[in-house]
């Protein structure tokens, strides 16, 4: 039996993650760098390293589907798309059920509406840092703290502050009063996180919150703004195991839903693009 494989790549604005999966939608490889200047580089570096971990060459692979921020930047890629239908259909292969899909990434927040997979509508926030994994990035190098440890000791607050200015730069001042005046830290972590989940429930409550909700990006990691997040939207918040994967995952299952339609309709499937006629692209 031939096995047929199918990849993703998400190359975003702070993360590039590559996926590959199956015929039967199983995930074989998956790989998550930090996006750096050289967007063609990148995407082939972590794709032949999403290759060798599933032991496999790019010839075995029948279609590559790119989104994401850079994504025209993917030089072997047989098609794009936007990373919005990536994430709603990504996000449904961890919870089929899911009918509100909340990201919050490195530069932007987005609430997605969806249904059996499909983006029925959307809202995002990308004008500022200050409700975005960034605004995170920048508090916690300011206190000196790693940002993966900030949802941890926010737990252990008893009374969070309010932090209220919505520009990072006055939040980062409203957080150092705060501690001059003798807050404890975590009550002040755990404001921003608060601050940052508010932002994402009022931006969300547009498109009607029901469950089942579910929490992606990097930001989905910290414990702390998933805490602040059901608190603010009144309802149990779900995180995927890798929250970061969902754009990628999304991509390949599109780009094998792309081939099997095509497929059905008796085309045939172009994929030089891929190949590359110097055979130099991993270089």
Known sequence: MVLIYFAGIDLGSTMTKVVIVDE?????????????AEHRRLANRVMEESLAKANLSIDDISF????????????????????????????????????????????????????????????MSDKCAAGTG???EVISAALGLKIEDLGD??????????????????AQQEVVNHLSEGVP????????????AGRSARMVN???????????GGVAKNVGVVKALEENLGCPVLVPEEPLLSGAIG??????????KALARGETIQTGKRRLE??????
């Open 153 to 170: 000791i926010s737990l252990r607050s008893t009374q969070k502050v309010s932090v209220s200015s919505t520009c990072t730069v006055f």
């Open 134 to 136: 960034r605004f995170l």
């Open 185 to 196: 830290l975590e009550d002040v972590i755990a404001g921003l996180h608060d601050a940052i």
């Open 251 to 260: 991509a390949a299952l599109l780009g094998k839903e792309h081939v099997l």
């Open 64 to 123: 590559v589907m790119a989104t994401g921020y850079g994504r025209i930047n993917v030089p072997f890629a047989d098609r794009q798309i936007t990373e919005l239908s990536c994430h709603a259909r990504g996000v449904a292969s961890f919870f089929p059920h899911v009918r509100l899909a909340i990201d919050i990434g490195g530069q932007d927040a987005k609430g997605l509406k969806t249904r059996d997979g499909k983006l029925l509508d959307f809202v």
């Open 206 to 216: 547009r498109l009607k919150v029901e469950p089942d909700v579910v929490f992606t």
């Open 24 to 36: 039967d939608d199983q995930t074989k490889a998956s790989v998550v760098y930090h996006t750096g």
């Open 278 to 283: 110097e055979a130099t692209f991993f270089k």
